[in-house]
């Protein structure tokens, strides 16, 4: 967890290149390296697989299998590289789009776009005994995890996002905090130093206006919204109006939809 500006500042992605021997990295059983439990592996995960790129975990899938064999699969983990689902599959009208068939019995055929998908990932299994067993696909296809632009453009971390929420609930907007962002020039310097000597990024470079919008968007949903109906929500606020505020209300819905007619007067208006 980031607690102020200057640890958001000085907190870092590093990212390098493996050099593994093989395209496969195998931790298990068979070479007798099988991490002693998921915390270990976690431990290794953190410290290592992320410098590497940015993983995901895509899903947790248990297996249900006899939970007494000691060598059983518990449960698979899935990462995959957050660049494995780039490629777009582009569903279009095998007959073209100027013979218009039933929505139902359109056949659609997938093309691949130019843009295909990195193989990178991670399977880790977790076995009954607690012990867990990795296959690490580690490299990166079509893209480059340690490329600058990459690492700027990544989503925002999860430590990160959460300061940046921390702001936003407290009124501060995209000025207010890049203020708070701002470096000297010896910060700049020294994280002229981090990025050029030790690879290593900032992650306040995934901070930019609209990563702050959106949460100030939803921030603003979240308060104004009494409802996820609009009818409901408004209803609700006229409610609030009439019952807390004392005021004057009156609420029209048209029968068949359309526009809702809204007005209120507040008890302490004065006419002059
Ligand atoms: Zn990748």
């Given amino acids: 967890m980031l607690n102020n500006a200057n640890e958001v500042k000085f907190a870092f992605i590093e990212r390098t290149t493996p050099s593994y021997a093989s395209e496969k990295f195998v931790r298990g059983r068979e070479s007798g390296d099988a991490f002693d439990d998921m915390e270990s592996f976690q431990r290794w995960f953190d410290n ?4 590497h790129g940015n993983f995901v975990l ?5 297996t249900g299998k006899n939970p007494s064999a000691p060598y059983q699969v518990k449960t698979v983990h899935y990462f995959l590289c957050d660049h494995y689902r780039t490629e777009r599959k582009v569903a279009t009208n095998e007959a073209g789009p100027s013979t218009p068939q039933p929505a139902k019995r359109r056949r659609t055929v997938n093309k691949v776009s130019k843009r295909s998908a990195c193989p990178a990932k991670l399977t880790a299994k977790e076995l009954n005994n ?5 296959v690490y696909e580690w ?6 995890p340690a490329d600058w632009d990459e690492v700027a453009a990544e ?3 999860q430590g990160t996002k959460e300061w940046l929420k921390k702001q ?4 501060m907007n995209w000025t207010s905090i890049s203020a708070l962002l701002r470096l000297n020039d010896d910060e700049m310097d020294m994280l002229e130093g981090e990025i050029e000597e030790r690879r290593r990024f900032p992650k306040m470079m995934a901070v930019n206006y609209r990563a702050v919008q959106n949460l100030v968007l939803s ?3 979240r308060v104004s919204k009494k409802h ?5 929500s408004v209803g609700l606020w006229m409610d609030y109006l009439a019952n807390e505020k004392g005021c004057t209300t009156l609420f029209n819905l048209h029968p068949e939809g359309g526009p809702i007619l809204v007005s209120w007067f507040s008890p302490t208006l004065i006419i002059l």
Avoid: Q
């Avoid at 290592?48 to 410098?51: M, N, P, Y």
């Avoid at 607690?130 to 990795?134: A, D, R, S």
């Avoid at 490299?139 to 480059?144: I, K, Q, S």
């Fill in 219 to 221: 921030k603003i949903n």
């Fill in 155 to 157: 989503a925002l971390d």
């Fill in 168 to 171: 936003v609930d407290n009124e």
């Fill in 48 to 51: 290592e697989v992320t410098t």
């Fill in 130 to 134: 607690g012990t867990v067993e990795v």
């Fill in 228 to 232: 996820s109906v609009d009818k409901t």
């Fill in 58 to 62: 895509n899903k947790t899938h248990p």
């Fill in 139 to 144: 490299v990166h296809l079509n893209h480059d």
